[in-house]
């Protein structure tokens, strides 16, 4: 069965601080692999989407790491602010015969405290 | 903005009712999914239409119907609702498939419509 698997569940840190968070998968073949960021109550917004050939995205003071031979992926936050507070969200897309079909982690919980 | 617009944003309804969501994906887009998103827990997916046809399905329960019309907006209908379908119900549209590389599997959500059932 195709699965995402996120840590930590939840995650505090004082502003201006740095965090990692990471994306563990077993889907495959997959097509691509995105963040998103959700803000309590909102619509998930896409930070990055990187192929399976692509090992690092940039958006900001957030960058997106793969490794597609460990099959895992990190989403590194910098100098974090109080907006950054929201849950994240890691989303692998299938290819080959599912190509299309997105799979959701359950995401990680980010609060940063003054 | 993502361009994506969701209505009604609020809706309070009784067990036993139904209602009908709607969502009107952005120009140009041709795919829409649906999520529902319960108190706490990550977005599950319901169904996914491409150009007016049912594309996939998820884990969409027999009292929820939806589907895209020729203008590309679609519906997702609840019935015979139960306090359990309480949720935020998600849009989200496409240009091309979602699992499909670069700008035309980017993936839009809309606000979402709170649905609570008493």
């Known amino acids: 069965k195709n699965q995402v698997e996120q840590s930590p569940q939840s995650l505090i840190i004082l502003e201006g601080k740095n965090c990692t968070l990471q994306c563990n998968y077993t889907v495959s073949p997959f097509s691509n692999l995105r963040w998103y960021k959700q803000d309590t109550g909102r619509g998930p917004v896409s930070l990055t989407i990187m192929t399976f050939s692509e090992n690092t995205k940039s958006n900001g003071r957030y960058t997106a790491t793969l490794d597609a031979d460990t099959k895992q992926s990190s989403l590194h936050i910098t100098a974090s602010q109080l907006s950054d507070s929201a849950s994240y969200i890691c989303v692998l897309g299938s290819g080959g015969t599912s190509y299309g079909k997105l799979t959701f982690g359950q995401g990680t919980i980010l609060t940063v405290h003054p | 903005d993502s361009g994506v617009t969701q209505t009604p944003k609020h809706l309070i309804t009784a067990t036993g009712q139904r209602v009908t969501l709607r969502c009107s994906p952005r120009?140009?887009?041709?795919?829409v999914y649906w999520y529902q998103q319960s108190l706490d827990q990550g977005l599950q997916f319901l169904i996914q239409?491409?150009?007016?046809?049912?594309?996939a399905k998820g884990n969409i329960l027999e009292r929820f119907s939806a589907q895209q019309f020729p203008d590309l907006h679609s519906e997702l209908n609840l019935s015979s609702l139960e306090l359990g379908d309480s949720a935020l119900y998600f849009c989200?549209?496409?240009?091309?498939?979602?699992?499909?590389?670069?700008?035309?599997?980017?993936?839009?959500f809309g606000e979402g419509s709170r649905l609570t059932v008493l």
């Open positions: 239409y491409y150009n007016g046809e049912e594309r």
């Open positions: 120009s140009g887009d041709l795919s």
């Open positions: 989200a549209s496409s240009v091309g498939l979602a699992g499909g590389p670069g700008n035309t599997g980017e993936l839009f």
